[in-house]
């Protein structure tokens, strides 16, 4: 018998398209699975609901539903009535938050319903001559970002919840039909509730002894792939596309990646990934299949977490034989699979960034210190910088023979100069210097030589930081990281079309590990190349997706566009956002935006906005 499954979705009345999109998902997702599930959406639109009541108590609440997709953009909605209260006795901000809410805590008591989050990019539309609206609008917006800093965010930024972006309607539809497809899937092999007496008589039979625990590292065993073709000639391909990987991710130093002859002694066999974990002693498996008819090829992959066996990442990539090579396919697949898994901004650099985080900062290691930087250049925040600039010089102390550690107090001194953040005496000095040390200590990692490419970009030495990025990119050449950060540097010296080109790349790699947005720097040269050619609009859109909003750049970007646009609301909003997180920037702007942008044209065209936004900029320091 088909298992049945509810799907509640939540969203404030500024989705309706998304919402018709999400009931057509699932209409499609119950045609494809017929027979294993059926699919039950509840919508509050299609019910008849009664004049005498509130629809939240017409309906099926969240916590009786296996799944609740919540969507948002623009607003959060209006204050439930005081019929409907928190356990702590206020009102809910809507009937989202009443919804999401009740989700979450259904979900921490009994493990149900699963949450899916998405958030819609980029401003509405909204005429600038009615003002009321536009308050309106500008109010909503705000509200918004406050509950979810509120309920996501921790104190420096960080998400404490995944969620997902998109842009339009096409790609809203599609990761959700992909999203939903797997979750569906993981579901159907879950066991159904089991009643309480019955559970009470399992619970109290005889377990067996508690594993080891894993080791809390990044490290990662890749099991042979699956033929599942049963044709023997594909083994070949199987077995060096499993082989390519295990390599590729060898390149990538924040991974301990267990060796193939370790791992092939698995082919061919039925295994508990739990019970390989312990035996290799890793934390992280990669297993997938190939599958081949004619001229068409897939390939899976699934990494899980040994330590419970739930899946941190899946994908399936199809290929047309008659348009490439098998061996190009390999090379391809092999860089998109392991760049997804072991890039800075990969499955697993993310999981380590948000649990640094959390972590008692005084007893951090190395690694551990330099994960901590990389969440600053997330964030942006000032605060940030200065606990990671401490954090990492304790490090160094420590271990003072550790080229990574010298790496990122490069970056941390770097961020002096371009950010203006917590500077002390000469920090492009003392970045030249520990890139030079990191480089001396470990010259075959790509964290390195990125940070000597950084020091000398920013100390104006081109030809010495075009020399380091190409070493950079020959290390890691599939890391979206590093090509955008490459890509960065091309086009703040001048190279705009060769430095746009490698930002596309880099974040398309990037996006396709992950909805969540991109470190907000590298959105910067877009930003950039907006204003400077007066596509104001499109500037502004932009700021959206930098998603740092404690960096006084962005609300400095944010005033300026908006000034050039006449949208007082936002330049309002942003100048005070500025001048409350830098109230010494009228006296330093020249400067820290000269640094930040370094194109003397593109900083008089800013200054000219944030003057035009009535900032009152000091001709000189």
């Known amino acids: 018998m088909a298992r049945t499954l509810k799907i509640f979705i939540s969203s404030p009345g500024d989705v309706i398209p998304e919402r018709e999109l999400a009931r057509k998902v699932i209409g499609e997702l119950n045609e494809e699975m017929m027979g294993k599930v059926f699919l039950v959406p509840v919508l509050w639109e299609k019910e008849p609901l009664l004049a005498s009541g509130t629809f939240q108590t017409q309906i099926d609440s969240p916590e009786e539903t296996e799944i609740l997709l919540g969507i948002l953009w623009?607003?959060?909605?209006?204050?439930l009535p005081d019929s409907i209260l928190r356990p702590d006795g206020s009102r809910y901000d809507s009937g989202t938050a009443f919804e999401f809410e009740s989700a979450l805590a259904s979900h921490q008591k009994k493990g149900k319903p699963d949450i899916l989050l998405y958030r819609k990019l980029g401003a509405p539309s909204v005429s600038l001559d009615d003002r009321k609206e536009l308050a309106e609008r500008l109010e909503q917006m705000d509200r918004l970002d406050a509950y979810i800093k509120k309920q996501l965010m921790a104190e420096d930024?960080?998400?404490?919840?995944?969620?997902?972006t998109f842009e339009t309607e096409e790609k809203f539809e599609e990761i959700l039909k992909t999203h939903l497809r797997k979750l569906i899937l993981r579901q159907l092999e879950e066991p159904e509730a089991t009643a309480?007496?019955?559970?009470?008589?399992?619970?109290?039979?005889?377990?067996?002894?508690?594993?080891?625990p894993l080791p809390d590292t990044l490290s990662v065993a890749v099991l042979p792939f699956n033929n599942m073709s049963q044709d023997p000639e594909q083994e070949f391909f199987v077995d060096g596309l499993t082989e390519d990987i295990i390599t590729e991710l060898s390149r990538f130093k924040d991974l301990d990646v267990i060796a193939r002859n370790s791992t092939f002694q698995y082919k061919g066999k039925s295994v508990d990934v739990r019970e390989v974990a312990q035996e290799l002693g890793v934390h992280y498996i990669l297993e997938g299949s190939v599958r081949k008819a004619g001229n068409a090829l897939r390939v899976t992959g699934q990494l899980l977490d040994a330590a419970d066996g739930s899946h941190l990442w899946a994908e399936t990539y199809n290929r047309d034989l008659s348009e490439t090579t098998i061996f190009d396919v390999q090379d391809e697949l092999s860089g998109q699979i392991s760049s997804t898994i072991g890039d800075l901004w990969g499955v697993l650099g993310q999981i380590r960034q948000g649990r640094v985080v959390r972590e008692n900062l005084d007893t951090l290691d190395a690694d551990q210190s330099v994960a901590y930087g990389n969440a600053y250049f997330r964030t942006g925040s000032e605060e940030d910088h200065f606990k990671a600039r401490q954090i990492i010089e304790n490090a160094l102390e420590k271990d003072p023979n550790n080229g990574d550690v010298w790496a990122q107090a490069a970056n941390l001194y770097m961020a002096e100069h371009w950010c203006s953040h917590n500077p002390l005496p000469?920090?492009?000095?003392?970045?030249?210097?520990?890139?030079?040390?990191?480089?001396e200590l470990d010259p075959s990692s790509d964290r390195t030589y990125a940070s000597l490419a950084t020091a000398h970009h920013h100390r104006n030495e081109m030809r010495a930081s075009r020399a380091a990025a190409d070493q950079v990119l020959k290390i890691a050449p599939n890391s979206g990281m590093r090509t955008a950060q490459i890509g960065r540097f091309y086009y703040e010296t001048g190279d705009h079309e060769q430095g746009m080109k490698l930002l596309d790349k880099g974040i398309d790699a990037m996006t396709r590990i992950t909805s969540s947005p991109v470190p907000g720097f590298f959105r910067f040269c877009y930003f950039v190349d907006h204003y400077r050619n007066e596509r104001y609009e499109k500037a502004l859109e932009e700021t959206s997706k930098m998603a740092m909003p404690k960096f006084w750049?962005?609300?400095?970007?944010?005033?300026?566009?908006?000034?050039?646009?006449?949208?007082?609301?936002?330049?309002?909003?942003?100048?005070?956002?500025?001048?409350?997180?830098?109230?010494?920037?009228p006296s330093k702007a020249r400067v820290a935006v000269c640094n930040l942008v370094r194109e003397e044209e593109v900083v008089e065209c800013l200054i000219k906005g944030l003057e035009k936004a009535g900032i009152k900029i000091h001709t000189t320091e």
């Not at 000469?426 to 480089?439: E, F, G, S, Y």
Request: aromatic share 6%.
């Open 74 to 79: 623009s607003r959060i909605g209006s204050p």
């Open 157 to 164: 930024g960080s998400y404490l919840a995944a969620f997902h």
């Open 196 to 212: 309480p007496e019955v559970a009470q008589e399992e619970a109290q039979e005889e377990t067996p002894a508690e594993a080891l």
């Open 426 to 439: 000469n920090p492009l000095d003392r970045c030249l210097k520990a890139a030079q040390r990191a480089v």
């Open 553 to 585: 750049a962005v609300q400095a970007f944010v005033t300026a566009a908006s000034a050039m646009l006449d949208a007082d609301g936002e330049t309002e909003s942003g100048k005070t956002k500025l001048l409350e997180l830098w109230p010494e920037f």
